[in-house]
């Protein structure tokens, strides 16, 4: 069964900035990999998302997630954060013979001027 | 073009009341789906509808919740009755059908305390 794990419920850094935040994932089969971010009070938006194809993804508002099978890793990065990047955010895995979205348990992140 | 819509925003209730929480998709989307996210982990699909049909309902609850898609287009979740542990945000989810990654859209989902 497919399953993803990030690693620090909360993440705090200086606006300008880089920023990582940490997804696992276990998966028996090629993994679908998404990144979604959530902000207060606001339903998810997709950032980017994993489809086998180049392992480095780029996504909206700057941020990128690169695919690294031997580690089973799927990071988030950003080079300069910014105070509007203050949200929540999701890494979630394609599972289950319908597809739907597994999540992780989600990274707060705190972007302080 | 018009997100996934829901309603209501906010909902406070007594346990062992009932409720319900609507949801309208993407125009042309066959898929819904309904997430339960409580606070401080990530959603959980309760169920998958293609167009009016069930395609996942594994962990839905079925002795408190039942949801319902008419005509293949809205979609009606419910709880009767709510539990202390129902208090949660309830996401409504649509997307095209036809492509295994297809990009799930979020509405802003329905804030429910059960007191």
């Known amino acids: 069964a497919q399953s993803v794990t990030q690693l620090g419920s909360h993440v705090s850094v200086s606006e300008g900035a880089l920023v990582l935040l940490r997804c696992n994932y276990s998966?028996?089969?090629?993994?679908?990999l998404f990144w979604y971010v959530q902000y207060p009070n606001q339903g998810l938006q997709l950032l980017l998302k994993y489809t086998s194809a180049a392992t480095l993804v780029k996504g909206i508002n700057g941020f990128e997630a690169e695919f690294n099978k031997s580690q089973t890793s799927f990071h988030l990065r950003k080079p300069s954060v910014h105070i509007s990047d203050t949200a929540e955010y999701f890494c979630a895995v394609k599972g289950g013979s319908q597809g739907n979205l597994i999540f992780g348990k989600g990274t707060k992140l705190s972007v302080k001027p | 073009e018009a997100g996934v819509a829901q309603s209501p925003r906010y909902k406070i209730i007594e346990k062992r009341q009932s409720v319900a929480f609507w949801c309208n998709p993407i125009?042309?989307?066959?898929?819904l789906y309904w997430y339960q996210q409580i606070l401080g982990q990530g959603p959980k699909l309760l169920i998958q509808?293609?167009?009016?049909?069930?395609?996942?309902d594994s962990q839905l609850p079925k002795d408190r919740f039942s949801a319902e898609r008419l005509k293949g287009v809205d979609s009606t979740l419910k709880i009767q009755p709510a539990k202390l542990e129902d208090s949660a945000v309830y996401l409504c989810a649509s997307s095209m059908e036809g492509f295994l990654y297809n990009e799930q859209f979020f509405g802003p989902g329905t804030r429910l305390t059960v007191l």
């Open positions: 125009s042309g989307h066959a898929t």
């Open positions: 998966s028996s089969v090629p993994p679908y």
């Open positions: 509808f293609q167009n009016n049909g069930v395609v996942d």
